[in-house]
């Protein structure tokens, strides 16, 4: 079936037969130490979240006031 994808005129078939090929070395190295990247992807998301929730604070004491007048009110 990749030799058909490698065929075709359309670049992004050609990308996605390729993209196996790419990246085997990491699907390889997942399977010899059982490792992934989520935990880096869930603390970007957290840092993420973060970031979204402080903007519009000029700085770091005025976001610490902001958060806890909002723990206040719960």
């Avoid at 000029?58 to 007048?69: L, P, V």
Wanted: with cysteine.
């Amino acid at each position: 079936m990749r030799s058909r994808m490698m065929r075709s005129r359309l670049d992004p078939m050609k990308a996605l037969a390729r993209q196996p090929r790419r990246h085997w070395d990491d699907v390889l190295a997942y399977f010899g130490h059982r490792c992934a990247n989520v935990i880096l992807e869930g603390l970007n998301s957290i840092i993420q979240n973060v970031k979204i929730h402080a903007r519009g604070f000029r700085n770091m004491n005025c976001f610490k006031i902001g958060r806890a007048s909002c723990r206040e009110r719960v």
